[in-house]
């Protein structure tokens, strides 16, 4: 069974950095792409990025210049790297990956990033 496990949320002011990670367990991390996804409550879930398993990057127009999506197959880990962080990318960011043409169903529980005007 495949596993994600998110950490690296927090409190920081506006202006600040945060950088999140997303281990994951159960599968050849080596050949799935990988995304971070971000949620408030009321709205639906936002794609924040996405890395490809040849470390091709996409971005979400809100995300591009400040987000940077990473991954790390020896640790077999996502990171999303978040500089100038404003009050509304205040969420629940949650990591999900892409194996066989599909993106997962099952998602971690999360993290939570609060940013402080």
């Known amino acids: 069974q495949v596993q994600l496990v998110e950490s690296g949320g927090g409190v920081v002011h506006a202006g600040g950095s945060l950088r999140l990670s997303c281990v994951v367990s159960?599968?050849?991390?080596?050949?799935?792409?990988g995304a971070w996804y971000r949620q408030t409550p009321g709205k639906t879930r936002e794609w924040v990025a996405s890395i490809s398993s040849g470390s091709a990057r996409n971005y979400a127009d809100f995300a591009s210049g400040r987000f940077t999506i990473s991954r790390d197959n020896a640790k077999k880990a996502f990171y999303l790297q978040m500089n100038s962080l404003e009050p509304d990318d205040t969420a629940v960011y949650y990591c999900?990956?892409?194996?066989?043409?599909?993106?997962?169903?099952?998602w971690g529980q999360g993290t939570q990033v609060v940013v402080a005007s």
């Open positions: 999900n990956y892409k194996y066989g043409g599909a993106w997962a169903t099952n």
């Open positions: 159960g599968i050849d991390f080596r050949v799935i792409s």
